[in-house]
């Protein structure tokens, strides 16, 4: 497949580009600092670093037409960079604007569990992580919240990944998906492992038009 991958220089953008390449498929990643993209591809991996910025959907029309998906981590570092810049939702945007342009249909996003409400069956400190964590990122999440809703409102064929905690960990392939929302009693994930769920789901047609959660 010919994919974009926005975000590619973060945690889990750079183990989207990775595993991506590993599985043969042609990857375009947006960066705004082809420094900081730290994936070293194989001899003959099919990889194109197009540097733009991923707010302005022009610029982004380029990296996106004739691929067949796009696979989206944007997200802020922080609460105040939230508040500030909105990098998810505006992102979000400009790149569902880009791929209507190109006929692009497929799309799936990182977002976050808390965006969503606190799973049934959770337990008690599961509920009390999930209340701390919207009181002190409220900014992070309410961007995320907005990029869903744009989501949400497109006419992309999309998927919404909503992981847990994400840890720098090896890969695993082992961990739950929910449809629908967060998994239960599960507060962490590889960010490997998330990006492997990502590009698992590109071919996976229960996942269409669904928030999906992830967590090991």
Same mark, same amino acid.
Not at 37 to 43: A, D, E, F, W, Y
Not at 89 to 108: H, I
Not at 207 to 213: A, D, E, M, W
């Given at each position: 497949?010919?994919?974009?991958?926005?975000? #590619?220089?973060?945690?889990?953008? *750079?183990?989207?580009?990775?595993? #991506?390449?590993?599985? +043969? !498929? !042609?990857?375009? $990643?947006?960066? *705004?600092?082809? $420094?900081?993209?730290?994936?070293?591809?194989? /001899?003959s991996a099919a990889l194109e670093v197009v540097t733009a910025d991923v707010t302005d959907a022009e610029a982004l029309r380029p990296a996106v037409a004739g691929r067949d998906a796009v696979l989206s981590a944007l997200g802020a570092g922080n609460n105040e960079q939230a508040r500030t810049h909105r990098v998810a939702?505006?992102?979000?945007? #400009?790149?569902?604007?880009?791929?209507?342009?190109?006929?692009?249909?497929?799309?799936?996003v990182v977002s976050a569990a /808390?965006? +969503?409400p606190t799973p049934e069956g959770d337990s008690l400190s599961g509920r009390l992580v999930y209340a701390v964590l919207r009181r002190a990122l409220g900014a992070l999440y309410e961007d995320l919240a907005e990029m869903e809703k744009a989501i949400r409102?497109?006419? $992309?064929?999309?998927?919404?990944?909503?992981p847990p905690r994400l840890l720098d960990k090896p890969l695993t392939?082992?961990?739950?998906?929910?449809?629908?929302? $967060?998994? /239960?009693?599960?507060? #962490?994930?590889?960010r490997a492992d998330l990006a492997h769920a990502m590009l698992a789901a590109l071919n996976d047609p229960t996942?269409?038009?669904?928030?999906?959660?992830v967590a090991s």
């Open positions: 497949m010919r994919l974009t991958v926005l975000g #590619a220089t973060g945690g889990t953008g *750079r183990q989207l580009v990775r595993q #991506a390449l590993d599985a +043969g !498929h !042609h990857v375009t $990643a947006v960066v *705004r600092d082809p $420094a900081r993209l730290t994936v070293t591809p194989g /001899p939702s505006r992102g979000t945007r #400009a790149a569902l604007a880009a791929m209507e342009a190109g006929g692009v249909r497929r799309l799936v /808390p965006v +969503g409102d497109s006419s $992309a064929e999309w998927t919404v990944m909503r392939g082992r961990y739950e998906r929910a449809l629908g929302g $967060a998994v /239960p009693r599960r507060h #962490a994930i590889a996942t269409v038009g669904q928030v999906v959660g």
